[in-house]
Structure formats: C-alpha cells, structure tokens
C-alpha cells in the first residue's frame, strides 16, 4: 500500500470522548457513532483537506446536487478486536474496489488507496477504544460519498465529501427469514445501477419491502425486471443456495456484488464444494424444495454475515425449508469466519487487514 503522507491526515482529537456513556452491552445496530470520523473534500478536479475530526453534523446547501439528484454512495465494513487487542478489518480492499466501482457508474471521482485505505487505518487506530472485543461484537464502518456542488442544473457534481464513520455493533442475531419473491416490482434492470451500491437502490426498495412486511413477510426476494422468474437478491444482501451437491448463487450485473458472497464461494470452492454462479429460476428452486435436494438456504451480508432462509413465499403459497439446525454448510462457514475474524486460526487467504 502507499503511504498515507501523500495526502498528510490532520487529526483534530475530540475534547469530549462520549466512550464512557455507551452500555457496550447493549447495542443497538448503527445508533452509536463513535467520537471521530474522516472527512475529505473534492475540489478542482482533486482530494484535498483529509482529516479526522470530532464526529458532529455538517453543512450543506439546500441546493446540494446528492439531495436532488442521487450522487451518493456508500459501503458497509467491519473491523474485529483480537483477544490480544489487535485491531483487524475483514477484507477491507474488496470494498474499496468495489466503492470505486459504484462511484464510477454515478459519474463520480475515485478514492484513492491513501484515503480509503489508508484514512480507515488511521481512523480505527484514533478510535481504537471503540471497538468492542466481546464474543461476536464488531466495529461497523460506513464509508460514503455524495455530491456536493450548489447548483440545481442537472450534471454531475463538480465538488464531493468523502466521509468515513464507525458504530459499535453487538452479537448479531436475527431469525431465520421469510422472504416473499416479489413478481411485481423491481430494483434493477440490466443496464442500470443495481452492482452499485449507491443510496437510491435502497430508498426504491422500501414500499415494496412495506407492502411485504405487512403481509408478514421479514424480506423481499428480488426476481429479474423482465420476466420476474430469475431470483436475484435479497433486500440488503445475497443469496446463496445449497441445492443437491452444488453450492449456488445468483449472478449478474443486477445484483451487488457482496464481499461476503465472495467470501463464503470461495471457502466453499477451497473445501471442494461444487460451486456455481449463475442464473437461479425461482422454478429450480421451489422444485428442488419439494424434492427435498435444497439442504441450505441463506442471505449473505457483512451486517449479520449469513442468515438462515426459513420459509420463501410465492404467489400465495408458502414452502418451508429444513430445519436450521441441520445445515451442515451455514454452520461450517459461521464457525470458520468467526475464527477467522478474531485471529483463532491462521488467515490462510489474507483476508485479516491488520492495522498496525
Ligand atoms: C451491501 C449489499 C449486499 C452485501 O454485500 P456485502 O459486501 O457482503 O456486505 C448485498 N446486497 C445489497 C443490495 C447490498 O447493498
């Protein structure tokens, strides 16, 4: 990695840590922030003022081009406290790349390593107090970019922020998932935006979403926009099917490619699993829940790494899946990440980002 003195990081230290007024037993996803954040400003065509300053509010223009026209993307990572108090992010460079990838689609600039990198680094080194060490905790990171040129033409932003910041997490654990797939509504086409991770594709999955919980439903199963046969994600992360002795995940310019999906593909791929990624038909599936060959059934996603699949509901009817508690690959892949995370075992592939 570069040096991070190419763009020299002012840090202004808070003069009030808010540490000792969080209950780190009791965390609620995403509602503490922790006492700093990185900023970085885009000007003239160039990065400039990169700091890390007291986390608060900032100023906009009411005529801030993100507000009216969507320039705005973000990621979701998390950092892991070791036993001995190493500090480790989980596959962080998958996440930049990816960032820059959104960010060019919305005609966006890119971040340099430096700053996303290299910035997250001297983050979590200034904040290091605010990771949790408990079994299961996390430090949730919240990389994100949006335009913020004052003007209400419709054209790309000519200035940006850059912002990175941090929220303790807890043990996560949530329900094993009743998804309806959805046959009316879409969150992406071909062609469009829905590889990126850019703040749109989740305000137009909201009343979809509502109308599903109000039916009962925890999460939509997104199905292809032209033919709604092809299944291709879940609300806020992937899918990933177990069906006979294949490993299987939906692919495609439509969905959003997680880290977390890789991740668990190529763990599978190392212990000789069959892997597939392709097209998923929302028939093969339901067929092969009758038929009893699909064995496992989750979404994947850095938020909770892997949820059961309990129950898919499709036009009107409804089909259970087996018993969580019987599924031999989710329970492999859950136990190998958590060691992973927390430095129990060797990190084979180098997905340990260490900050030093
Ligand atoms: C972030 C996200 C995912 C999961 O990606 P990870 O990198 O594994 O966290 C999946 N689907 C959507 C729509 C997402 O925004």
Redesign the pocket.
Known sequence: MSATENYSIRVEPTQQSRLSQVDFNNLKFGKILSDHMLVATYEDGAWTDVSIVPYGDINVSPSMSALHYGQAIFE?IKAYKFQDGTISIFRPD??WE?FNTSAARLEMPEVPEEIFLGGLKKLLATDNKWIPNAPGTSLYIRPFMFGTEAALGVHPSNSYKFIIITSPVGAYYSNPLKLKVETHYTRAAEGGVGFS?NAG??ALSLYPTRLANDEGFDQLMWTDASEHKYIE??????LIFRIGDSIITPHGDT??H????RTIMELAASWGYKTEQRRVSVKELIDGIKAGIVTDAFA????ATLTPIATIGYEGELFQLPPVEGRDFSKKVLTYLDDLRYGRIADEFGWNLIVE
């Open positions: 979701g998958k996440n990816r991770k594709n989740y994600e879940a609300g806020t992360a992937n969905i959003l997680g880290v977390t999906r994947a996603g850095t938020a």
